[in-house]
């Protein structure tokens, strides 16, 4: 079984919709949480970053996090057809960086105009 | 900053020949980090560094792959002999010490043939 779960889709919807992305994980030692999106032929660029539980939010983008169930979310309220790209789940143990990332296979979404 | 700097962009090279890729990572940033992705796979970490040593390379898939950060400011990931399954899009990353996200170059397309 893999340490991060993600379910590569493809998902499409339309311009304005609400979109949610999802990932879930077995390590519960993970405390840090990131969202990275990748559009085609780029490298992936972090989106979102949180640590534990919780909510964050950042315009149209929520990301939520919640250990009991080891469950993270990403939702885009109003998706444009700019949000078409590939989004990446990441997970590690400690904040620094010698703390190894775990990501998920990525979901790719496409917003129709 | 112009980001982490991959070269070249697009590498297409016959079975059994040497492919050297690059990488210029952002200034200041302790990590370096290598990845491959695949559509099977997604992000697979190769190696990594910390202030130019090399602190991990199980992630090495065999002893054609090897890897070198000469100084600060660049890194190399050289294959060699080259095979046709290790095509894939090759990433480099680089972060502080403290966190907070990996910054990702544009990648390198590889195609062996």
């Known amino acids: 079984q893999k340490e991060v779960e993600q379910d590569p889709g493809p998902l499409s919807v339309p311009e304005g919709a609400i979109v949610s992305l999802n990932c879930t994980y077995s390590?519960?030692?993970?405390?840090?949480f990131m969202w990275y999106r990748q559009y085609s032929r780029k490298g992936p660029e972090l989106l979102m970053y949180?640590?534990?539980?919780g909510n964050k939010e950042d315009g149209r983008f929520t990301a939520q996090v919640d250990k009991s169930s080891k469950y993270i979310s990403l939702f885009i309220r109003e998706s444009q057809h700019s949000d078409s790209a590939t989004y990446i789940c990441a997970m590690s143990e400690e904040e620094t960086s010698g703390s190894r990332l775990t990501f998920g296979e990525g979901t790719q979404l496409t917003v129709n105009p | 900053d112009a980001g982490v700097i991959q070269s070249p962009r697009h590498e297409v090279t016959e079975m059994g020949q040497e492919v050297t890729l690059r990488c210029k990572p952002i200034?200041?940033?302790?990590?370096l980090f290598w990845y491959r992705q695949t559509m099977m796979r997604g992000l697979e970490l190769l190696i990594y560094?910390?202030?130019?040593?090399?602190?991990?390379d199980s992630g090495m898939p065999e002893d054609r792959f090897s890897a070198k950060m000469p100084n600060a400011s660049f890194s190399t990931l050289k294959i060699q002999p080259s095979e046709p399954r290790d095509s894939a899009v090759y990433f480099c990353?680089?972060?502080?010490?403290?966190?907070?996200?990996?910054?990702f170059g544009s990648g390198t397309r590889l195609t062996v043939v």
């Open positions: 390590n519960s030692a993970f405390q840090y």
């Open positions: 949180t640590y534990s539980s």
């Open positions: 560094f910390n202030n130019n040593v090399p602190i991990d």
């Open positions: 990353a680089s972060s502080l010490l403290t966190g907070g996200g990996y910054t």
């Open positions: 200034s200041g940033h302790d990590y």
